[in-house]
């Protein structure tokens, strides 16, 4: 194997590397989120649990953080939450550092 192949393949490595851990510190700060609103919202329990899992999904719909921000706005804006969208995206860029440093820590 040559240098070029061997510098290709960790380049191919870390990119992959980093595209998983981009993946899991979306997918926890979304929980995060979702356990956010639900208390917001008044849940608690198996109702909040349930509830930040449909956050989790909700990011399923297409790419980016806009659906799962229009999940949570909708959300509030149907249970009369008084939060404003500079609050909600302010919440989803806290809980992305506390995720990522959550996913640091374990690694």
Do not use: C
């Not at 700060?29 to 208390?39: H, Q, V």
């Amino acid at each position: 194997m040559s240098t070029f192949d061997k510098r290709r393949d960790g380049f191919e490595s870390k990119f992959a590397h980093d595209e998983t851990l981009k993946f899991k510190a979306a997918a926890r700060r979304n929980k995060l989120l979702g356990f956010w609103a639900a208390d917001k919202l008044g849940l608690s329990g198996p109702e909040a649990e349930a509830y930040a899992k449909s956050v989790v999904v909700a990011d399923l719909q297409e790419a980016g953080d806009d659906d799962v921000f229009r999940k949570v706005r909708a959300d509030f804006d149907a249970k009369g939450v008084a939060q404003s969208d500079h609050q909600i995206r302010h919440s989803m860029d806290e809980l992305m550092a506390t995720a990522i440093e959550q996913i640091r820590s374990e690694a």
